[in-house]
């Protein structure tokens, strides 16, 4: 026994070195996480391989953290070594902004006018806790531009280990949409459709300002059809993307033919489409209530043929948001938080690239949308929750409804489609 001890102790051995020999000849990484969360995908390759030259990236985690932000530094390191050996251009800096005790203000300050928001952490040094300001960002520049990689997530409702845990899933997407953004040499261009009652621009601004670091955004109004109709269509062919943002009046049988003949050679569209007229400002009258009534924008031919049904309905779901109320007068008025069921939290399924990494979604006096059988690709992106349900239309809506309690037993099963996106070489519905 003490002889096959010593022969097996000398395999071992000669074991260990021949894989220290291996080990000096060849550099492999592995990734071993349960979740291979550091190995990238290929279009997270394709983002930092794209960058030619130099692609400084500074970190701004760097200095004593707590445990739960030492981990996301860990982990930001850890993926930002995978990308650095996908393109060794890249230059990876971890620095603590706040460092100069003498300058901080003024940084803090910089840093915010940057539009880099801080969050509060307990830093805890030589027994003693004190409450410091800590920057979760990285900014990563290339040849003389710069994107701002928000490292920390929110999350609703959750607390900071879960927001971590959350960023961390979360860190190839920030750094690959950053090297993507820098990337970017031709933009695709985005049409805004104007022309019937589609919502004003101020309710636009925030979403066309974050769409513009990837595309070029440009107005088009429908009202030239009926007189030039392919001049029209020649224009909106200038554009890949028509976004129809909530739409108040009919389409004629023209419009809708351009847009399906736009469809047809190779556009793609948005249609944000609100069915039913309901609205929470017009709930506040003297009676707190509204009716809630079918709005006919002349389309419902055009969607189904493509596949897809709107139905003339209000979502009522027990996993909703809140609206603010008011109660009292002038400097007594308080301002208080009720639950609103015609306003629906929905969260993504993340099973297309398209719904991937969002957060919780407010929906507003949502309408459920049927998927019909045909030759085109269905993707539900957005459904409402398993205790959700469909009310019909018309419908008086009041305010007093925040005080009742809602029957669960008339809830369910749930998951209402709210978000469909359909895929396919489009054949004209006309």
């Known amino acids: 026994m003490g002889k096959g001890l010593f022969i097996s102790g000398i395999k071992a051995l000669l074991g260990l070195i021949l894989l220290n020999f291996l080990a000096f000849q060849v550099y492999v990484r592995f990734d071993l996480t349960e979740d291979q969360r550091y190995t990238l995908s290929e279009a997270a390759r394709d983002a930092v391989n794209n960058l030619q030259g130099e692609v400084v990236i500074d970190v701004l985690m760097d200095g004593e953290l707590p445990p739960e932000f030492l981990r996301l530094r860990k982990e930001s390191r850890q993926i930002l070594e995978e990308f650095a050996e996908e393109n060794p251009g890249l230059v990876i800096n971890y620095v603590n902004p706040l460092e100069e005790e003498t300058q901080v203000e003024a940084t803090i300050a910089q840093l915010q006018g940057l539009g880099l928001t801080p969050v509060n952490i307990t830093v805890e040094n030589t027994g003693k806790t004190t409450q410091e300001l800590l920057f979760p960002w990285a900014l990563v520049t290339h040849e003389e531009r ?15 280990e879960d927001r971590v845990n959350n960023s961390v899933q979360n860190l190839e997407y920030a750094f690959s949409d950053a090297f993507y953004k820098l990337g970017i040499t031709d933009k695709k261009r985005v049409a805004v459709l104007k022309g019937n009652g589609q919502l004003a621009d101020r309710y636009l601004a925030d979403f066309l300002t974050t769409i513009q670091d990837y595309y070029n955004i440009g107005a088009i109004t429908l009202d030239s059809v009926a007189s030039n109709a392919e001049g029209t269509l020649a224009t909106l062919q200038e554009y890949d993307l028509a976004l129809i943002a909530k739409p108040t009046q009919a389409f004629t049988d023209e419009e809708k033919y351009i847009l399906d003949q736009y469809m ?30 079918s709005r006919d924008l002349n389309i419902n031919d055009l969607l189904f043929r493509y596949g897809v049904r709107v139905n003339p309905n209000l979502v009522n779901d027990l996993y909703f948001t809140q609206v603010v109320l008011a109660s009292g007068e002038g400097n007594n008025a308080q301002y208080n938080p009720v639950p609103w069921f015609y306003h629906p939290m929905v969260f993504s399924p993340e099973n297309h690239p398209v719904n991937s990494n969002i957060e919780a979604l407010r929906f507003q006096f949502a309408s459920v949308l049927d998927t019909l059988p045909n030759a085109y690709k269905k993707t539900v992106l957005l459904q409402s929750s398993p205790l959700s349900k469909a009310d019909g239309i018309p419908r008086t809506i009041s305010l007093d409804m925040i005080e009742s309690e809602p029957d669960r037993e008339t809830y369910g099963p749930g998951g209402l489609p709210l978000a469909v996106l359909v895929e396919g070489e489009f054949k004209s519905a006309y």
């Open 146 to 160: 710069t994107v701002k990689v928000p490292l920390l997530k929110n999350k609703l409702g959750a607390s900071t």
């Open 264 to 293: 047809v050679k190779g556009g793609a569209s948005i249609w944000l489409v609100d069915p039913v007229a309901a609205e929470l400002d017009s709930l506040f009258n003297n009676e707190g209530k509204s009716l809630a009534f």
